[in-house]
């Protein structure tokens, strides 16, 4: 779907996946106007099949947009794209359990130009698709992350909150570092103190306090610098429904290494649309390293991830209406 200045949105096409033929002064390129959303499409037992939450992607993508002085897509039009990209060829969506398709809606700036001065007057919105496995193959394995304190990933004020491509172009050298240093990800500190934990590299972050039914599950505040996830905000819900008490904090990096030494927090998970929920089992900062507990899946981890697949895959009743059904 096209936007243009004076004239909004027009010319709705399905097409087959193609290359693109784009002008060399094409501003998305140079300026940076580019973002995106990812969501899945899973099949149901019944054999129809859903999106999970496409309505919350919609939202956020109209937040990004503003942020990046785009123009917005109506929530409606976001999810009936998807639905008819999805209805176009429904075999796509592979057999039950955690396989699903994986779907990227995305804007960028199509105006060709070379000044910097106001946003483009064009625009282009895209969905693909693409068929993705389960994330994990032959069992969940944590993961063990670098606390970045060379670079930040949002500073206040700037996009942190909006999931706009510079984002992730920011993040990749913090990302090779943690690689270098036998991490698989990075975590980010806020930019003002370097202390508070923000989010991983692709993933918010929870942490467990307690154990049982008496377990507290707390993730960092939405301060204007992390993504709002998606999955972050399923689970503040499906962690209330399973009689857990729930928070927003501030936690910082001294408290969750204090916090693991002396066993109060027992548990930590990332959580987002690729994995659902992944473990974090070891943590690096600096010259300290740290493991959560004994460093594999901790018991509320673990109930937490099959409570939402199980929403997603249909295998539990849907009581929040999180499941959209194809228009
Ligand atoms: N933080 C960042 C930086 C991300 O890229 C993602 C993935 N979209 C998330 C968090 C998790 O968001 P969601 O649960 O909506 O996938």
């Known amino acids: 779907i096209k936007w243009t200045e004076g004239r909004g949105w027009h010319e709705a096409q399905l097409q087959p996946y193609a290359p693109l033929t784009l002008d060399p002064a094409t501003m998305a390129l140079h300026y940076g106007q580019s973002i995106f959303e990812g969501l899945k499409a899973y099949r149901q037992p019944d054999g129809s099949v859903r999106t ?176 709002p996830g998606i999955t972050r905000d399923s689970l503040l819900t499906i962690a209330a429904d399973l009689g857990y008490r729930t928070g927003e904090v501030r936690i910082s990096k001294e408290e969750w290494q204090a916090g693991c030494a002396d066993g109060t927090i027992t548990e930590t998970f990332a959580c987002g649309t690729a994995a659902v929920i992944t473990p974090v089992g070891h943590a690096k900062s600096g010259s300290a390293e740290w493991t959560v507990a004994d460093g594999s899946m901790g018991p509320v981890t673990a109930r937490l991830r099959k409570a939402l697949v199980d929403v997603q895959t249909g295998q539990t009743a849907d009581v929040h209406g999180w499941m959209h059904e194809l228009g």
């Open 52 to 227: 999970f939450r496409p309505d919350a992607n919609a939202r956020r993508f109209q937040q990004s947009a503003r942020r990046l002085a785009m123009p917005e897509l109506p929530v409606d039009t976001f999810v009936e794209a998807i639905d008819v990209l999805v209805r176009q060829d429904k075999a796509w969506v592979p057999g039950t359990g955690e396989e699903s398709l994986y779907l990227r809606p995305f804007m960028f700036a199509t105006e060709v130009g070379l000044g910097v001065n106001s946003p483009a007057r064009e625009y282009l919105f895209m969905v693909l698709a693409s068929p993705a496995g389960a994330y994990f193959h032959g069992g969940i394995k944590p993961v063990s992350v670098w606390l970045s304190e060379e670079y930040v990933r949002a500073a206040p004020g700037g996009t942190g909150e909006a999931k706009c491509a510079g984002n992730y172009a920011g993040a990749m050298a913090a990302t090779l570092q943690a690689v270098q240093q036998g991490c698989d990800q990075v975590v980010w500190l806020d930019a003002v103190e370097r202390r508070w934990i923000e989010e991983m590299g692709g993933m918010n972050l929870y942490f467990v306090r307690g154990e049982g039914p008496e377990a507290e599950v707390v993730t960092p505040e939405l301060t204007g610098t992390l993504l």
